[in-house]
Every structure is written in structure tokens, then in C-alpha cells.
């Protein structure tokens, strides 16, 4: 049992490049949630999902679009990459939308 | 709107010594409280919840927080730090139950040194 896992672990980028990060899930749980952590900031959600084929925006959704179209991953898509987006983003899954469960991160840099 | 305010940005203890790390929320209803712990360059791990009955709950790696809705807070407890303890702690509010998908609102964290 895996839990969350997030590929990849690092990444660079140039502005105006795209990428997309990948979230596994293994536990079969509905909801699943994109979030950035940056110093001084916190962690800010970006997008959730409640469930397979399901996306919502968060605090700070722009710049950023997800997909949900099998129940355990979730992708983050950055389609034209800024060096605000620089930070470490985390995805995290929850059974019914109470406690979380985190995945280990990717550290991202656009340059 | 939910929010959190941990007022320590940095704690240092000697290990052995107690602990105890401060959060404050604000939320209309019964709050869903959590504690998470990060090590450097890893993810946020579950020390701890509270959804609701006994106020006093018990976590992973001895620690415990107490629930006090009329001074809004959470604090996080720990009789006797260990080395291993020394990282980074988030509290976060949920609004979760019923329809909601659960949003967390985290605290700034607070870091935690422990001295030998």
C-alpha cells in the first residue's frame, strides 16, 4: 500500500514551458486535493476533485488546470510556467473530505 | 471564512524537556481540527484529528492536543521531546461534514529545534 505518490519528485522549467504532475492514489478514496507551499505561506489549495471526473478551483486556481478521469490519479497541468509558480506542490487524498493524506511533494523551479 | 494562526513561528526545547505549541482558529460551526508534522523535504504526515466527543486527543509519537472551544484553540502537546521530534508543524481547520469537500486551512507552522 503505496498511499499517495507524486511524479516527479523535482523539476525545472523555463517560462512559458508546460508540464504536467502526476497524483496516484491507492487507498480508493473520493476525494483528492492539489496544494502549493511556499515560505511565510503556508500550504494553499489550488484544485480538488470530490470524485472521478469531478474538478473544482481553490484559493489560488489560476495558472493551473487539473484533470480526474480514473478515481486514483489527479494531474496538475501548468500550461505556460511563470516563476511565480516556483514552489513545492503537494497532492493529498481523503476517503469522505475530513482527514487528508499527503503525498511526499515535487519541488518545482521555473526559471 | 475558517482561518488558523499558530502565534510561534520557531520553538527551541532541550530534549526531555515538555511541549507545547499553540493554534488558534476561527470557524461559524464545530470545527474538524488537525495537527500534521513535516520533516525537511517530506510530505505533511496525520499527528492527530479532532471531529468531535472527548476534547483530549491522542496522536502518534506520544502526542496529544487538547480541544477548547471557548478559547478557540487546539494546542498541541508533548510530556518529554525527543531529537527525532525536531520539524515543522501545521495546524489546519476543516470544513468538512455534510456536502463539503473538506477544505483545510492551514496555520503558518511553527518549527521545532530540540537541543541535546
Known amino acids: 500500500n503505496a498511499g499517495v505518490t507524486q511524479t516527479p519528485k523535482f523539476r525545472v522549467l523555463k517560462t512559458g514551458q508546460s508540464m504536467t504532475l502526476l497524483c496516484a492514489q491507492d487507498?480508493?478514496?473520493?476525494?483528492m486535493y492539489w496544494y502549493r507551499q511556499d515560505p511565510g505561506m503556508g500550504l494553499r489549495l489550488i484544485h480538488y476533485?470530490?470524485?472521478?471526473?469531478?474538478?473544482a478551483k481553490g484559493e489560488v486556481p489560476d495558472g493551473y488546470n487539473v484533470s480526474r478521469l480514473k478515481k486514483q490519479n489527479f494531474l496538475l497541468g501548468l500550461e505556460s510556467a511563470a516563476p511565480s509558480q516556483t514552489s513545492v506542490y503537494f497532492c493529498a487524498s481523503s476517503p469522505r473530505g475530513d482527514e487528508q493524506y499527503f503525498g511526499p511533494g515535487t519541488r518545482l523551479t521555473v526559471t | 471564512a475558517q482561518s488558523v494562526t499558530q502565534p510561534d513561528i520557531h520553538i527551541t526545547v532541550s530534549e526531555g524537556a515538555s511541549l507545547e505549541l499553540r493554534c488558534n482558529y476561527s470557524y461559524g460551526a464545530t470545527p474538524y481540527l488537525f495537527w500534521y508534522v513535516q520533516s525537511p523535504g517530506q510530505g505533511l504526515q496525520l499527528l492527530l484529528k479532532?471531529?468531535?466527543?472527548?476534547?483530549l486527543v491522542q496522536g502518534i509519537k506520544g502526542f496529544e492536543a487538547e480541544f477548547k472551544r471557548s478559547q478557540s484553540s487546539f494546542n498541541l502537546r508533548k510530556p518529554s521531546v525527543h531529537w527525532s521530534d525536531a520539524a515543522e508543524y501545521f495546524c489546519?481547520?476543516?470544513?468538512?461534514?455534510?456536502?463539503?469537500?473538506?477544505?483545510?486551512?492551514f496555520g503558518q507552522g511553527t518549527i521545532l529545534t530540540v537541543h541535546p
Open positions: 479532532y471531529f468531535s466527543g472527548d476534547t
Open positions: 476533485s470530490v470524485g472521478e471526473g469531478t474538478t
Open positions: 487507498m480508493n478514496h473520493e476525494y
Open positions: 489546519a481547520v476543516s470544513n468538512a461534514g455534510g456536502t463539503s469537500y473538506g477544505k483545510l486551512t
